[in-house]
């Protein structure tokens, strides 16, 4: 078959090759004398707050001065839930690990045996080429700079990070001193974890690293765990957040959702055009707190033109748009071509 | 994968344990009128997909895995109600904005975190050397995490012994190290007579009305002799054992047409059918009632494999080894 003929597969679909567990948030006193003790869980509680009427109003209700009073001395009773440390414990302690699987390039699914080998031979050049260096590299500094906190990060004292690998151990005491803008670190802690990573990801041995974060932010201070997104809650509670064990005895141990730390770890996109600040890597490039996509597909520089120019014209794209696209490939997603177009 | 052909020697030479595997994320959703415990296929496809990956490997080549017994150790699905008595719904995820910025649709699904542990036959034609046991060993407890199971990805393992091995003979010593935990057995003798006993109050019920009915709560008033009317709960599964609705495989409602004729499949390489799902009963039961040699209680009925009717176009997975 010609390659012109080539065209994309109406079932395709990769896995992850980055699998991040679900992060445990956990607490522990650091002043404590005894420094044996074990940490708890940190605890999701329901909470009943008397609010104020502090949303916008609609216009009609604001030009009627006299339903307008009425409105704003309204009490705004909420049940919510809410996490903090408690009293005589000042460090937030939170866990999970990451599963680093051989990326072949090889698709989980996909119906066109023509195409997935236009699509391996694809990915073998690129790892031949450039190797996924660069990739663990951007990788290992978001697991050590604990990025991976997001809110929690915000306002701590400091942050020491454990990263476990077999029998070895890497801790790193100040995890802030590695920037969140750019991924100009690099030092002897960012290269083994890179080299475990870039391993992992050749295949070259099983890879599970197990990452700790000990953040110091103060005691009793709230911590933010993850919010459940439910679509029918009744009218009773306005937040539910994110219970990651329902086993007897900590039935309520507060948790990040994977997607959440593994959206963090591969925030290395800096690629897209005009960049200020690294993204996750997305097809899109969306960021869903900012409302954006960076890579709109009219500027040509999206996950599906970069990837199809490259994989059915054989038409590569720069060195750092093919870091991009393998970056897409580890993500993992489901990238097949409806045929109802 | 488990078809034990009679024209050579492959047979039973011993089991793969895998210790309290705990498995993030599966798809709590095991059919259109199901959930809780993952589909019984979700777990055989990824002892099936190992079973391919030993045959690439050198010491392991003659070496195959057959049926596959689940003990479920915990069952969590993530799911919220507002208070009991409510319904519940399944925690969903958003997914990525789209490319103008908007909100992308939600996509539905359910998922669960699982603790389970796995017997696999091993199958072959001589029995293994200490060596090919121990490659075994070391390969799918290797593979188990690199790969996903009913949907969900491996988390870890028991910490000691996490992958055993057990000659055939030793079957039994494998119970113990199920507990605690229950057992997924076919309850298709206790369903027939469900379905035998709904009958007999209405003769029109089907077998679907059975399994609905397995499912029910009636609340029966009866008068007492103060005269006061207390009401008691009954449900047709009483006296059955643990009972659970489940899929067991697939009926084909088409023709079974040619590879590369239907569009869009995943595999247009092989030949495809629409099919629809099939369901019985299900019955957890604890290992240590499954000692008894021969009969129903023997462990070596409990493991699950495929089986393919193509006079019926019946696509199961079943306990039976007497077709």
């Known amino acids: 078959m010609s390659k012109s003929a080539l065209k994309t597969a109406s079932v395709l679909a990769f896995e992850r090759n980055l699998d991040v567990s679900d992060a445990y948030l956990w607490q522990t006193d650091s002043k404590a004398a005894n420094k044996a003790t074990s940490p708890s869980p940190v605890v999701i509680k329901e909470k009943s707050v008397r609010g104020t009427i502090s949303n916008r109003l609609k216009n009609t209700i604001t030009n009627d001065l006299a339903k307008l009073d ?38 989980n699914v996909c119906n066109d045996q ?34 991976w906190l997001w809110r929690n990060r915000v306002g701590t004292e400091s942050i020491k990070i454990t990263v476990k690998c077999n029998d070895q151990t890497i801790i790193i005491d100040d995890a802030k001193a590695y920037g969140l803008k750019n991924f100009n670190s690099d030092d002897a802690n960012i290269r083994q974890v890179a080299d475990w990573i870039k391993a992992g990801l050749n295949g070259d041995e099983f890879i599970i690293l197990y990452v700790e974060a000990q953040a110091i932010i103060g005691y009793g201070q709230e911590v933010y765990p993850s919010q459940e997104l439910i679509l029918d ?13 329902d086993r007897r005895g ?48 009219k500027a040509k520089m999206d996950f599906y033109t970069l990837f199809d120019n490259w994989v059915l014209n054989g038409d590569a794209p720069d060195i750092s748009q093919q870091h991009y696209v393998m970056g897409v490939l580890i993500r993992g997603g489901v990238f097949g071509a409806s045929g109802k177009e | 994968m488990s078809r034990v052909d009679d024209d ?10 895998f210790k309290k595997v705990m498995i993030d994320g599966a798809n709590t959703i095991s059919s259109p009128l199901t959930y809780g415990f993952p589909a019984i296929t979700g777990f055989l496809g990824s002892f099936h997909a190992m079973s391919r990956k030993m045959a690439d490997d050198e010491s392991l080549s003659e070496v195959s895995l057959g049926g596959v017994l689940l003990a479920c150790h915990d069952c969590q699905p993530q799911m919220y109600r507002p208070n009991s008595y409510n319904n519940y719904t399944f925690n969903q995820t958003r997914n990525p904005i789209k490319k103008d910025g908007k909100t992308a649709s939600i996509i539905e699904e ?15 034609d001589t029995t293994l050397t200490t060596e090919q046991q121990a490659s075994a060993i070391q390969n799918t407890k290797q593979w188990i995490q690199q790969q996903r199971m009913a949907g969900g990805s491996v988390r870890g393992l028991a910490i000691f012994e996490p992958v055993q091995f057990f000659d055939n003979s030793d079957i039994s010593a494998v119970i ?6 229950f057992v997924l057995m076919d309850a298709q003798n206790e369903f027939a007579q469900i379905i035998n006993d709904v009958q007999k109050d209405d003769p029109d019920a089907t077998p679907l009305d059975a399994l609905i009915e397995v499912c029910a709560l009636h609340q029966i008033p009866e008068t007492q002799k103060n005269g006061d009317t207390k009401w008691l ?20 409602i088409s023709e079974l047409y040619d590879s590369g004729v239907m569009q869009n499949v995943r595999n247009p390489e092989y030949p495809s059918q629409y099919v629809e799902a099939v369901y019985s009963l299900g019955k957890w039961v604890y290992p240590q009632r499954l000692n008894r040699i021969g009969g129903e209680h023997d462990i070596a009925n409990a493991f699950w494999r495929y089986r393919y009717d193509a006079d019926d176009s019946l696509y199961l997975v079943t306990q039976r080894q007497d077709f």
């Not at chain 1, 001395?73 to 009293?87: G, H, P, T, Y």
């Not at chain 1, 809650?233 to 064990?245: E, P």
Request: hydrophobic share 40%; net charge neutral; aromatic share 8%.
């Open chain 1, 70 to 107: 009425a409105e704003t001395e309204k009490a705004n009773l909420q049940k919510v839930d809410s996490a903090s440390l408690d009293e005589n414990n000042d460090t937030l302690v939170a866990r999970f690990s990451l599963k680093v699987l051989p990326f072949t390039g090889k698709p």
């Open chain 1, 114 to 147: 023509d195409y997935q080998k236009a699509l391996e031979q694809v990915v073998t050049d690129y790892i031949d080429t450039q190797g996924v260096d660069e990739l663990a590299r951007r990788y290992a500094i978001n697991v050590l700079n604990a990025r």
């Open chain 1, 233 to 245: 809650t009744g009218s009773k509670k306005s937040k539910v957040l994110y219970r990651v064990s």
């Open chain 1, 250 to 297: 900590s039935e309520d141990n507060a948790g990040m959702h994977s997607q959440k730390v593994s959206n963090a770890i591969r925030t290395i996109d800096d690629w897209y055009p005009d960049a200020e600040f690294p993204i996750a890597v997305e097809p899109y490039g969306a960021v869903t707190t900012l409302g954006t996509a960076f890579r709109q597909p």
């Open chain 2, 8 to 17: 050579n020697n492959i047979g039973i030479v011993g089991y793969l344990l």
């Open chain 2, 110 to 124: 359910g998922k669960c975190r699982l603790v389970m542990s796995f017997v696999v036959e091993v199958l072959a």
């Open chain 2, 176 to 181: 113990p190290q199920l507990l605690p935990a």
């Open chain 2, 233 to 252: 709960t009954t449900s047709r599964k009483s006296g059955h054992g643990w009972l659970v609705p489940m899929p067991v495989g697939y009926q084909g």
